[in-house]
């Protein structure tokens, strides 16, 4: 017997979407969102539909999450694409990661209350969008079904964003990098290009710290060969220990 493939499931629904919908927060900062909505000859289709909920640092109105809103709006559900606290058109300052979880409750709080919301949520995301997630659900939000979570963190401080404490230089790269699409830079030609430059110039700013060959804890030979540096020295560990133990206690 031959197997008909499958054809994914149907698409029954044409999208509408209403655009810089925006939510009040409880200190009453509003952040935007773009609604898309399940349509018919270019109406919203009446009745409550689950809702997906997406919370982004990097533009609601990028091809991707379009993408994203669509496709679901397609097949039965109402998509909030949401731009986070100080970015996009969001009011308020983006601090990363530090009021994802009362935003995202204030997010669902209001989501659940429209007449479009059957009162079952369910969240989406990969990395940044992934980890705000566990935020928000460690508030119980009301409505949340479901969550979908890739590759998102669950513990700033012991893993990804930080090793045990010790902030991980990519993230360096990372605040670089998003400083240059940031409400200030957007609206500033002048200071988004000097942003830009200093971004792609990053190795400069990186050279002066204390991450050198010999001050780290040594990779596999087989690494090192295929890298082309030596064995590093073990006492460079203790040195660079030492060094940060300093700091610390300057700070402190």
């Known amino acids: 017997m031959r197997e008909t493939p499958y054809q994914g499931s149907a698409q029954s629904f044409d999208v509408v979407v209403e655009r810089n919908v925006f939510i009040p927060m409880r200190d009453g900062v509003r952040l935007a969102a773009d609604i898309y909505r399940p349509a018919l000859n270019g109406r919203p289709v009446p009745g409550r539909f689950p809702v997906l909920v997406e919370r982004t640092p990097y533009d609601k109105s990028n091809l991707e999450l379009v993408s994203t809103g669509k496709f679901f709006a397609r097949h039965g559900y109402v998509a909030v694409i949401q ?17 994802e979880a009362p935003d995202g409750y204030d997010t669902l709080d209001w989501v659940v209350r429209q007449e479009w919301c ?17 935020a928000l659900a460690i508030l119980n939000p009301p409505g949340l079904a479901a969550m979908f979570v890739s590759e998102g963190m669950s513990n700033y401080h012991k893993c990804a964003m930080r090793q045990g404490g010790a902030m991980e230089l990519r993230f360096v790269v990372y ?14 030609r002048a200071l988004r290009e000097m ?14 710290t204390l991450f050198r060959p010999g001050t780290t804890p040594p990779p ?33």
Do not use: C
């Open 83 to 99: 731009d986070v606290r100080g970015r996009g058109l969001s009011g308020g300052d983006w601090y990363p990661f530090a009021r």
């Open 118 to 134: 059957n009162g079952r949520v369910g969240t989406i995301g990969l990395s940044y969008t992934a980890s705000d997630q566990h």
């Open 195 to 208: 942003l830009v430059d200093a971004y792609h110039k990053i190795h400069h700013w990186l050279k002066p």
């Open 175 to 188: 605040a670089f990098r998003m400083a240059t699409t940031s409400p200030e830079a957007m609206r500033n």
């Open 220 to 252: 596999p030979p087989t690494h090192l060969r295929a890298v082309g540096l030596r064995r590093a020295d073990p006492w460079g560990v203790r040195r660079l220990l030492e060094t940060v133990r300093l700091q610390r206690r300057r700070v402190l």
